[in-house]
Each structure stands twice: as structure tokens, then as C-alpha cells.
């Protein structure tokens, strides 16, 4: 992928009362019941001291470390900003000599503050956020976004008696479209498809389609003749393969149908998506590019009097609206089995 682009994981969010009040909330008398038809409003005034105090992390003893933050910019209900992770690195000193005259080394850790971008879109009726899918959180914009919700939810409860909800933006994906996307638009390459079918005995017979490969027929004849309740079919491939991955690949584009069709699995391991499985809700990535960032940090204006950002989020908030949220998906689609 071009160096000059990342991917931002898409989130919704929305707000809602508290369901338990704070001590802090209690004692000055706040009820987010007022809050809330102006939620946005307070949520955008956690920013305007251009940080977030309270930011930090908990470890898995309980110990919190404050993360550096900063607003690096803002135009109207959109604004970038930029959230530090902690990480100690390990590095070995030389610190002389042993008797013997052999160098001597002991271990130092050094502490490494490396960010990450997070896009947040406060408009009316919009209430997106964008985290970047950076090194500095492990690629895993879902670790950012659950330290960020419950640090916004500790201070909204505080000052507001509000809570919020993020969650991130999921949509079943045809099969062929989402291998495409991530071979041509992502730059990332296959490692290996495996196609598992049941035994067609002991499957509901009126969910079985018709077969018409000599090879596939083959294939399930086998797993029949072995009374198998189901099969694996496995391939693996190098990035120079994908050209073959493809529909113009009939036998393929058959077994995908059978597996679709029945409920079967199709499992697609990718270089960097990992793992793909047929029917999944997948999440909503959408690329940037440094230039867009650039230009929204110096008020640059495109030709119809908005910022390349704006353009991108009104871009991503219309290719989204009929997507739902994480916590809408079911866990599995499609189960035709027995």
C-alpha cells in the first residue's frame, strides 16, 4: 500500500442518560436527562482545551498511565485528533567488562510514545469517528477505541451524566467484491482459501444444490463413500497468485456457490485482513491520504467551499447508512445445516 495512505476503521456513536449516576454528578445535583438532546455540544466540549486531562490507560494490574494528547485541528463540528500510546521498549547497554575481559551488557528500558490519528465528525446527525489503524495501538483500532470509551465515559458521567456508545460500523460483504477490494484497493494478497462441505447425506435435502462440476461431484462422492459428516478442501497460495482467485475460475465459483448456498464455510486467510469467512459482517475500512490531513490543518478549500476531509466523511457517512452496528450483527448467517 502507498506509504502516503492509511486506513481508518469507521465507528458511530451516540449518547444516552447514564445508567448509574457518579458520586461526583450526584453531589452537584446533574441530570443528564437535560444533557441529552445537546449530548453532541457536550461531548465537543471535552476538546476545547485543546486535551483530554484525564486521558490514560489501565494495565492488566490495575496501574493507569496518562497518555499525551492533542487537538491538531478543527473546523466547524470536525476535528483531528492525535492520542499517544506508552510503550517501553527493551535495548541492551554495553556496561563493561567481566573478569575474563568479556563485554558485559545489561538490560534498559526506554519509553516510546508512538500516535495515532483519530478523526471524529460532531456534526448534527452525522457522529462518526475514524481511528487509524497505526502500529502505535497494534493495528487494532478496537484497542484505542475502548480505552477512548471509557475515558470519555468516566468525564461525561462527571460533568454530564451522560454515556456514549462506539461502535463500529459492519457490513456482509459478497464474496468476490470483498477479494477484490482487498487485493486491488487494500494491497494485501491471499495465504490460503479452505472450503469445508458436508456430507450430502447428512444434510437437509432441500437445501442442497445441484452440482454440475465433474470434480466437485467427485469430491462430495468421496466424502459420502467415506461417511464423512464433512470435508475440507484446502489451498494455499503465494501473492503471486491472486490473478486465479476469481469468478472466470468455474470449479471456484461453484464451490463458492455450493458453500453459499448450503451454509457451508468459506474460510479466506489474507496476508493482512487474516480471516475472512463467507457471509461475515465486515468492518468498515476507508483509506486516507497525508494530503487530506494537511489540508484540513491549514483550512485548504476544495472548489465546492468544503474541506477534503469533510468531502471524505459526507463520502463515508452515505456508503455506510445502510451498514449496522457490531453489536447488531448476528453471529453466523446462512446456518442451513442439520
Not at 563493561?96 to 508512538?114: A, F, L, R, T, W
Not at 495501538?137 to 461525561?156: A, Y
Amino acid at each position: 500500500m502507498d506509504k502516503t495512505k492509511s486506513l481508518y476503521a469507521i465507528y458511530k456513536y451516540d449518547f444516552h442518560k447514564a445508567i448509574e449516576r457518579t458520586i461526583q454528578a450526584e453531589a452537584d445535583g446533574i441530570d443528564g436527562a437535560k444533557y441529552v438532546k445537546k449530548a453532541q455540544t457536550c461531548f465537543a466540549s471535552l476538546f476545547d482545551q485543546n486535551t483530554i486531562d484525564n486521558l490514560s490507560k489501565v494495565n492488566r494490574k490495575g496501574e493507569a498511565t496518562r497518555l499525551p494528547n492533542d487537538v491538531m485541528a478543527k473546523s466547524g463540528d470536525i476535528f483531528i485528533w492525535r492520542v499517544n500510546n506508552s510503550q517501553m521498549k527493551e535495548w541492551w547497554r554495553r556496561s563493561g567488562k567481566d573478569s575474563k575481559g568479556i563485554d558485559k551488557y545489561e538490560m534498559q528500558e526506554i519509553e516510546s510514545n508512538p500516535y495515532c490519528n483519530v478523526l471524529i465528525d460532531n456534526r448534527p446527525g452525522v457522529c462518526l469517528i475514524a481511528i487509524e489503524k497505526s502500529k502505535a495501538w497494534s493495528s487494532k483500532p478496537d484497542i484505542l477505541r475502548d480505552m477512548l470509551l471509557d475515558n470519555f465515559n468516566t468525564i461525561l458521567a462527571d460533568k454530564f451524566d451522560l454515556e456514549m456508545r462506539i461502535e463500529a460500523r459492519m457490513n456482509p460483504k459478497d464474496i468476490w467484491d470483498f477479494v477484490h477490494e482487498r487485493l486491488y484497493e487494500h494491497g494485501d494478497y491471499i495465504r490460503k482459501v479452505s472450503f469445508v462441505f458436508q456430507n450430502p447425506k447428512k444434510i437437509n435435502k432441500t437445501n442442497a444444490m445441484e452440482v454440475k462440476s465433474s470434480r466437485l461431484k467427485s469430491m462430495l462422492r468421496t466424502v459420502e463413500i467415506s461417511d464423512a459428516l464433512k470435508g475440507f478442501f484446502t489451498m494455499e497460495f503465494d501473492k503471486y497468485s491472486n490473478g486465479k482467485i476469481s469468478q472466470e475460475n468455474k470449479d471456484m465459483a461453484e464451490m463458492v456457490r455450493l458453500c453459499g448456498e448450503n451454509g457451508y464455510d468459506i474460510i479466506i486467510t489474507f496476508k493482512e485482513f487474516k480471516t475472512y469467512r463467507i457471509n461475515d459482517y465486515v468492518r468498515a475500512y476507508y483509506p486516507m491520504t497525508l494530503d487530506v490531513l494537511q489540508g484540513f490543518s491549514i483550512g485548504a478549500l476544495a472548489t465546492d467551499g468544503k474541506t477534503k476531509l469533510e468531502s471524505w466523511f459526507d463520502l463515508v457517512d452515505e456508503q455506510t447508512k445502510d451498514y449496522v452496528n457490531e453489536s447488531e450483527v448476528p453471529k453466523r448467517r446462512n446456518k442451513t445445516r442439520k
